[in-house]
Every structure is written in C-alpha cells, then in structure tokens.
C-alpha cells in the first residue's frame, strides 16, 4: 500500500504543479481591455482551479497521514470503531481512515449539524426595519 499511496501523492503533486502553471498562464493572457465576459470566464476559470488545489493539498495531506499510519502501525485500521476497514476500501480509497459504516455515521452527523447551523443563522437574519432599531 506504501507505493500505492507514494504514487498517488506524486501524481496529485503533478497535478498541481500543472494547475498552478495554467492558472499562472491564464492570468498573464488575460488583456486588460478584454470583453466583460471573457475577464469574467477567466476569473472563474482561475477561483476554480483555486479551489481544485484545495482539494488536492488536503488530498496530499490525507496520503501523508496514511503513510504515517503504516510507519506506526496504524494503517488500515477504523479511526472510529477500531476495527479493520475492509481491503476492497482501502484499494479504493487507500488514505481512508474510516471504515464504511462509520464514515456514513459521521457523514450524517456532519449533515445534521450543517442544518441546525443553517437554521440557526437563517433566524438570526433581519427581517425589517424594527429589527435594526432594537
């Protein structure tokens, strides 16, 4: 699992490098009295592989944890219920760290907190103009 996990984190900082340079690219294309439109397709061209290396960096750090794991020997082993995660998992997802039902589980706990969250900050809105004198 060790060359699995050391692949992919080369292949994902690839991927970054190359998201970087065609971020660095575009911005340079971009012509100061360009259409609207295009500035505003670059613009979103470039938040959106912002956000892609987001994912990627914390994707590299996920796959530094599991190769910490295996070198304390912790890998393959649920966070949650302590059990092992299945081998077809890790195969799949290889810096898992949870097990499918406990993954589920914390998917759902994460959900509902998100709700009550939301709920909670869209009754705190103001709905007139007494709220603002109060």
Known sequence: MRLILEKLKDDTVREIRKS????????AAIEPGGDIYDQAS??????LGLLLGDRERE?????????????????????????????GRLK??????????????????????????EERAYREIPLGAEDEES
């Open 42 to 47: 670059s613009e979103r061209d470039r938040e």
């Open 20 to 27: 970087v340079k065609n971020g660095t690219e575009a911005v």
């Open 92 to 117: 799949a997802m290889p810096f898992t760290r949870h097990c499918v039902k406990c993954k589920s589980d914390l998917e759902k706990l994460q959900a509902q907190t998100k709700r009550v969250e």
């Open 59 to 87: 994707k590299i750090h996920s796959i530094d944890e599991a190769l910490l794991r295996i070198d304390e020997g912790d890998y393959g082993i649920c966070e949650e219920c302590d059990e092992d995660i299945p081998l």
